[in-house]
C-alpha cells in the first residue's frame, strides 16, 4: 500500500486533486483509515491516476474522465475523445477570433460597423419565458436546455408557436460571471405551469441591427448599438433582446444563423 503522499509523487498528481477524485467517486483510496482519515492506494491505482492525469491534461471534463475509467470501453473512449477535439478546435477558432480581434482594436482598425441601425415597432405579443441567472461562458449550454423546454411546453399543451424564440437579459448592468436571462418563445394563448411563465413582450420602439454569423461575434452587435444611441442622443429604456431568426435549431452551420439584437430605446430630447 502507499500513502497518499507517496502516491502523488509516484503519480505526479497533487494531494488536492486525489482528494477531490476520491469525493467525486473517480479514483477511490483502497483504505481509509477511520480514525486519522489517512487514505492509502494499491500500486494497481498508479495506472489509473496516470490515465486521469493525461486525461486531465487534455481539459476532459471530470465526468467524461469518470465515463472513460469506468467503462474501459476503447470504442466509447474513442467517442469521447472525438467529441472533446471537436470542442477544442472550436474553442481554438474562437480564440483565433479573439485574437484577431484584439489587434484590431490595438492597431486601431477595429470598426463598429455591423450593419445598419433601424427602429421597429414591436407589439406586445403573447409569449412562454423560462427565467435564470448564468455565467455568459454557459449560453449554449443555459439556451439549450431552455429553448428545449419551451418547445416541449408548447408541445405538451397544444401552443401554436406564432414565431422564432429569443431571449431577454433584464440586468441594468453587465456582469458576465453571472447574467440573468428570460429565454422566451412566442406562442398564441401561453399556458403557464412551474417555472415556465406566461407573458408578453413589453411593447414599444425597439432600435435593431442583424448580426449575421456564430454567437461568438454577437458583442459587436451590441457594441453597435451602443454606439448608434450615443450619436443618436437615445438610451435603453429597458431589457436587451436577442430574437433566433435562424438559430442551431434550423442549422449546424453557424454562418447561416441571423440574431435580431435589439434595445428598447427612449429619446432623451424629441421621438424617433
Do not use: C
Not at 22 to 30: I, K, S, T
Amino acid at each position: 500500500m502507499l500513502s497518499i503522499g507517496t502516491f502523488s509523487r509516484a503519480t505526479h498528481v497533487s494531494i488536492r486533486a486525489l482528494r477531490r477524485y476520491h469525493e467525486q467517486g473517480l479514483l477511490v483510496p483502497a483504505e481509509v483509515d477511520p480514525v486519522t482519515g489517512y487514505r492509502s492506494y494499491r500500486r494497481e491505482q498508479i495506472l489509473d491516476a496516470q490515465l486521469i492525469r493525461r486525461l486531465r491534461d487534455l481539459d476532459l471534463p471530470l465526468a467524461a474522465v469518470g465515463h472513460i475509467v469506468d467503462s474501459r470501453d476503447p470504442a466509447l473512449t474513442a467517442k469521447v475523445l472525438a467529441e472533446h477535439r471537436f470542442a477544442l478546435e472550436e474553442r481554438r477558432a474562437d480564440l483565433d477570433r479573439m485574437l484577431t480581434d484584439l489587434a484590431g482594436l490595438l492597431d486601431g482598425s477595429a470598426s463598429l460597423d455591423v450593419g445598419s441601425v433601424h427602429v421597429r415597432q414591436q407589439r406586445a405579443e403573447p409569449v412562454i419565458v423560462l427565467q435564470g441567472r448564468t455565467p455568459e461562458s454557459d449560453f449554449r449550454a443555459f439556451f439549450g436546455r431552455a429553448f428545449a423546454r419551451l418547445g416541449a411546453h408548447a408541445a405538451r399543451h397544444g401552443l401554436t408557436v406564432t414565431g422564432p424564440g429569443g431571449a431577454r437579459f433584464p440586468d441594468r448592468q453587465w456582469d458576465g460571471d453571472d447574467v440573468e436571462v428570460e429565454a422566451f418563445l412566442p406562442v398564441r394563448d401561453p399556458v403557464a405551469v412551474g417555472t415556465v411563465q406566461a407573458a408578453r413582450l413589453p411593447a414599444g420602439r425597439l432600435a435593431v441591427v442583424l448580426h449575421a454569423g456564430g454567437y461568438d461575434g454577437i458583442d459587436d452587435a451590441h457594441a453597435a448599438l451602443g454606439d448608434w444611441a450615443a450619436a443618436n442622443g437615445v438610451e435603453p429604456a429597458g431589457s436587451l433582446q436577442e430574437l433566433y431568426l435562424v438559430s442551431p435549431g434550423d442549422t449546424a452551420d453557424p454562418a447561416a444563423w441571423r440574431t435580431e439584437v435589439g434595445w428598447l430605446v427612449r429619446n432623451e430630447e424629441e421621438p424617433l
